[in-house]
């Protein structure tokens, strides 16, 4: 069931993406407030059961929290990208097979703004949805959202602002970048993700590394 809730909001956030961005009917400068909404509203709706993650970074900075088991994190993985991929073409069925030119990318700018706001994404869902600190809060969607928000408005017309695998790739099928440039994406977000993993683990060891410590008591 983790695996469908993953599915479920991962397709959902790359739909809102194309539907919003491609004409005709886009949303113009409207697109990341409602790309930023579906995202939280996702978020709260999956997060007590698969954690919400809805993009291969954050899962992969769960993962590397130890929150998560390399198995989930493969699947995790396989359902992110599959309903990434389903999500485009869907957005091209109901927009007749239309597709945007493509944005032309500055490499290294382009991955800078990637890895920035990849981490800033995985940075804030590591400590408002993982942190024994913020345990049960209930604004942890909306922090997460507004992220994603404020980094499609900052750096959008740089890099298109996806901070997630599974979205570069959904854009990439919509026309909306080169494939060509989907390496970028790929390495800039998952690097980003274990930068904010790797952090918050200095930060918190006490707490990532407790799990461990009972385990290795209990095998005493």
Same mark, same amino acid.
């Given at each position: 069931m983790r695996y469908l809730y993953e599915f479920i909001g991962t397709f959902f956030l790359?739909? !809102?993406?194309?539907?919003?961005?491609?004409e005709p009917n886009s949303a113009g400068l409207w697109a990341p407030l409602a790309i930023g909404s579906v995202l939280a509203v996702m978020v709260f709706?999956?997060?007590?059961?698969?954690?919400?993650?809805?993009?291969?970074a954050v899962s992969l900075a769960v993962y590397l929290r130890k929150k998560l088991s390399l198995n989930d994190l493969w699947m995790y993985w396989v359902a992110q990208l599959a309903a990434a991929i389903v999500g485009a073409f869907l957005v091209l069925y109901l927009k007749d097979g239309l597709s945007a030119k493509p944005l032309?990318?500055?490499?290294?700018?382009?991955?800078?703004?990637?890895?920035?706001?990849?981490?800033?994404?995985?940075?804030?869902?590591?400590?408002v949805a993982t942190a024994?600190? !913020?345990?049960?809060n209930s604004y942890f969607g909306w922090a997460i959202g507004f992220t994603v928000l404020a980094g499609a408005y900052a750096i959008g017309t740089i890099s298109s602002g996806a901070f997630n695998?599974?979205?570069? &790739?959904?854009? !990439?099928?919509?026309?909306?970048?080169?494939?060509?440039n989907l390496w970028i994406y790929i390495a800039a977000?998952? &690097?980003?993700?274990?930068?904010?993993?790797?952090v918050f683990n200095a930060a918190h060891s006490d707490e990532v590394y407790e799990k461990e410590r009972i385990n290795r008591l209990h095998e005493k």
């Open positions: 790359v739909f !809102t993406v194309g539907m919003v961005v491609l709706a999956g997060g007590h059961l698969s954690g919400g993650h809805y993009n291969p032309e990318l500055h490499t290294v700018r382009a991955f800078i703004v990637e890895f920035l706001f990849t981490f800033a994404l995985c940075f804030v869902v590591l400590n024994r600190d !913020t345990a049960g695998p599974a979205v570069a &790739l959904g854009v !990439t099928i919509l026309n909306l970048s080169h494939w060509s977000n998952l &690097l980003g993700g274990a930068a904010a993993a790797f």
